[in-house]
């Protein structure tokens, strides 16, 4: 099949999959949109909401219409390393014998990621860099097509561990999800108070999400849209000559390399489920604020003044 033809049938696929999720799932389009772009990017993402938002539903239905295994792990203070990766155990032989930890599946929900301590959230990263796990001293390898989702409250911050930098950037995406609309809410409470449930059905296979995964990466850029991408995270550095007042004012530290390449990533895979076969500057647009959101630290006068991040990557474009 000619790549032209697999963008045509990813199209495709990717409208049927959104009308599954939306059996399920009302509203929220612009989270999805951002969830799936980064699964089909191969990247992670972060879902950052108060409680009810629907957060662990979102992702256990997309995992469900992708057709993958899916595993949630709800972050503790007392969680061990050893409880999501798995552990050695003497079995009746006297034999050590590997019991697989919950990390072991394709789509992983981390649920309030930053309830655990340091020494668990870095066992999570390196499954997320390396797509592989070492315990003592042997390497196992995750199935693929391998994600991380996970979550985070932005309220009840006593007794948490906020993830450090070097860890929020292992994620392609930050995702903010809102309340509901007045009449989306309506049709929640109407949907999920009667006896009816929905079944959502699979529609991927994990050979294809790769296949569609490699298809992305092949799309080509123009080399004026990779050098947007690069000078627009440039433009985040408070350091940089390129710089412009706003984020020389406002901003404490900006976005690395890592942020570029998602934005080029992103682009593509925006251009590749839109129909399009190259990705322009406006895909790049598109998929900047869930990018470099939490890639960009606020100073206190950002904060005494009330200026959000949105606010400030928007005034970059």
Same mark, same amino acid.
Do not use: C
């Given at each position: 099949?000619?790549?032209?033809?697999?963008?045509?049938?990813?199209?495709?696929?990717?409208?049927?999959?959104?009308?599954?999720?939306?059996?399920?799932?009302?509203?929220?389009?612009?989270?999805?949109?951002?969830?799936?772009?980064?699964?089909?990017?191969?990247?992670?993402?972060?879902?950052?909401?108060?409680?009810?938002?629907?957060?662990?539903?979102?992702?256990?239905?997309?995992?469900?219409a992708l057709g993958l295994k899916f595993k949630r792990i709800q972050f503790t203070p007392d969680l061990m390393p050893s409880d999501i990766l798995g552990s050695e155990i003497l079995?009746?032989?006297?034999?050590?014998?590997? #019991?697989?930890?919950?990390?072991?599946?394709?789509?992983?929900?981390?649920?309030?990621?930053?309830? $655990?301590? /340091? =020494?668990? &959230? *870095?066992?999570?990263?390196?499954?997320?860099?390396?797509?592989?796990?070492?315990?003592?001293?042997?390497?196992?390898?995750?199935?693929?097509?391998?994600?991380?989702?996970?979550?985070?409250?932005?309220?009840?911050?006593?007794?948490?561990?906020?993830?450090?930098?070097?860890?929020?950037?292992?994620?392609?995406?930050?995702?903010?999800?809102?309340?509901?609309?007045?009449?989306?809410?309506?049709?929640?409470?109407?949907?999920?108070?009667?006896?009816?449930?929905?079944?959502?059905?699979?529609?991927?296979?994990?050979?294809?999400?790769?296949?569609?995964?490699?298809?992305?990466?092949? #799309?080509?850029?123009?080399?004026?849209?990779?050098?947007?991408?690069?000078?627009?995270?440039?433009? $985040?550095? /408070? =350091?940089? &000559? *390129?710089?412009?007042?706003?984020?020389?004012?406002?901003?404490?530290?900006?976005?690395?390399?890592?942020?570029?390449?998602?934005?080029?990533?992103?682009?593509?895979?925006?251009?590749?489920?839109?129909?399009?076969?190259?990705p322009d500057i406006a895909d790049v647009q598109k998929v900047a604020i869930g990018i470099l959101r939490h890639r960009l630290i606020k100073n206190y006068k950002a904060e005494a003044?009330?200026?959000?991040?949105?606010?400030?990557?928007?005034?970059?474009?």
């Amino acid at each position: 099949m000619s790549d032209v033809a697999a963008v045509e049938q990813l199209v495709e696929k990717y409208n049927a999959l959104r009308q599954e999720i939306k059996k399920v799932i009302v509203g929220q389009d612009d989270v999805v949109e951002q969830v799936l772009l980064s699964i089909f990017s191969g990247g992670h993402a972060l879902l950052i909401g108060v409680p009810g938002l629907a957060k662990t539903l979102l992702v256990n239905t997309v995992a469900e219409a992708l057709g993958l295994k899916f595993k949630r792990i709800q972050f503790t203070p007392d969680l061990m390393p050893s409880d999501i990766l798995g552990s050695e155990i003497l079995d009746e032989n006297r034999h050590f014998k590997f #019991i697989k930890g919950p990390i072991f599946a394709n789509i992983i929900l981390a649920d309030e990621i930053n309830r $655990t301590p /340091p =020494k668990t &959230q *870095a066992a999570l990263l390196e499954a997320m860099q390396e797509r592989a796990v070492t315990i003592a001293g042997n390497h196992y390898k995750l199935d693929l097509p391998y994600f991380v989702l996970a979550t985070q409250n932005p309220i009840e911050q006593e007794g948490t561990y906020p993830l450090p930098e070097a860890q929020l950037d292992r994620f392609m995406f930050a995702v903010n999800l809102d309340y509901p609309s007045f009449s989306e809410e309506v049709e929640v409470v109407k949907t999920t108070t009667s006896g009816e449930t929905a079944t959502v059905n699979p529609l991927f296979s994990s050979e294809e999400i790769i296949r569609f995964q490699q298809l992305i990466r092949r #799309i080509p850029v123009a080399d004026n849209v990779v050098e947007y991408a690069v000078t627009l995270v440039g433009k $985040t550095r /408070p =350091k940089s &000559q *390129a710089a412009p007042e706003m984020v020389k004012n406002y901003i404490d530290w900006g976005a690395g390399p890592r942020a570029s390449q998602n934005l080029i990533l992103g682009a593509k895979a925006h251009a590749a489920l839109h129909g399009k076969f190259s990705p322009d500057i406006a895909d790049v647009q598109k998929v900047a604020i869930g990018i470099l959101r939490h890639r960009l630290i606020k100073n206190y006068k950002a904060e005494a003044e009330g200026l959000t991040i949105e606010e400030i990557i928007q005034s970059l474009y």
